[in-house]
């Protein structure tokens, strides 16, 4: 079992930067791909990036390429988003989850889930 627990959510403005942090539980964290995922109100969860458990492969979805950065730190079981340039479409409740068995883009290959955190980005 894996336990998840994201921290850094909050209200910004549009241009501001917020970093999250998922902090995990579970001796083979550093074995499990790790993503980001976010949900806005009414839309589907969508991937916004993710790393693979040695760092070297990650993935950024196109509307976050460039002002977002994902990164790991395996001693710590924690895993790090770092969110610049915020814009409001970015509002969303953010998730960090665990993958065991790959590297993917779709929720439903994530076998563990935090409980999410809200960024709220004001124009």
């Known amino acids: 079992q894996v336990q998840l627990v994201e921290s850094g959510g909050g209200l910004v403005q549009a241009g501001g930067s917020l970093k999250l942090s998922c902090a995990a539980s579970?001796?083979?964290?550093?074995?499990?791909?790790m993503g980001w995922f976010r949900q806005a109100p009414g839309k589907e969860r969508e991937i916004v990036t993710a790393?693979?458990?040695?760092?070297?492969?990650?993935y950024y979805a196109d509307s976050v390429k460039g002002r977002f950065t994902i990164s790991r730190d395996n001693a710590k079981s924690t895993v790090y988003l770092q969110m610049n340039s915020l814009k409001p479409e970015d509002t969303a409740v953010y998730y960090c989850?665990?993958?065991?068995?790959?590297?993917?883009?779709?929720?439903?290959?994530?076998?563990?889930w935090g409980q999410g955190t809200q960024v709220t980005v004001s124009s």
């Open positions: 579970g001796r083979t964290f550093s074995r499990y791909t």
């Open positions: 790393i693979s458990w040695t760092s070297g492969t990650t």
């Open positions: 989850a665990a993958d065991v068995m790959g590297f993917s883009r779709t929720p439903r290959n994530y076998e563990y």
